[in-house]
Nanobody, 121 residues
Framework: QVQLVESGGGLVQTGGSMRLSCEAS????????MAWHRQAPGKQRELVAD???????NYADSVKGRFTISRDNAKNMVYLQMNSLKPEDTCVYYC???????????????WGQGTQVTVSS
């Protein structure tokens, strides 16, 4: 019903910046809350930041002050601006979104395929 595609990942040096983008497409009524998660090898996926339909945001303590999540509802996109990157930010970053199939339907959670972010030390 909803496909999420991330872009913008790659290699960056410590202290650098990078912006990730995620576009939602497919057949859906609307997109609700959106979020970014990340997962390092051998570790569990963790929430990085999320943003509600109204624009309220939450951040993991490890990225507060460095990362900013934003969205463009008209384009069905969510972004993650990452500044002051550290080697420990090296992860696969996944886009996440709630998708609604109808006006009164319950939301389903969708995941993107992930994009690799590597921060060199």
């Amino acid at each position: 019903q909803v496909q999420l595609v991330e872009s913008g990942g790659g290699l960056v040096q410590t202290g650098g910046s990078m912006r990730l983008s995620c576009e939602a497409s497919g057949r859906f009524f609307r997109i609700g809350a959106m979020a970014w998660h990340r997962q390092a090898p051998g570790k569990q996926r963790e929430l990085v930041a999320d943003i509600s339909s109204g624009g309220s945001t939450n951040y993991a303590d490890s990225v507060k002050g460095r990362f900013t999540i934003s969205r463009d509802n008209a384009k069905n996109m969510v972004y993650l601006q990452m500044n002051s990157l550290k080697p420990e930010d090296t992860c696969v970053y996944y886009c996440n979104a709630q998708g609604y199939g109808g006006t009164w339907s319950l939301p389903r959670t969708y995941w993107g395929q992930g994009t690799q972010v590597t921060v060199s030390s």
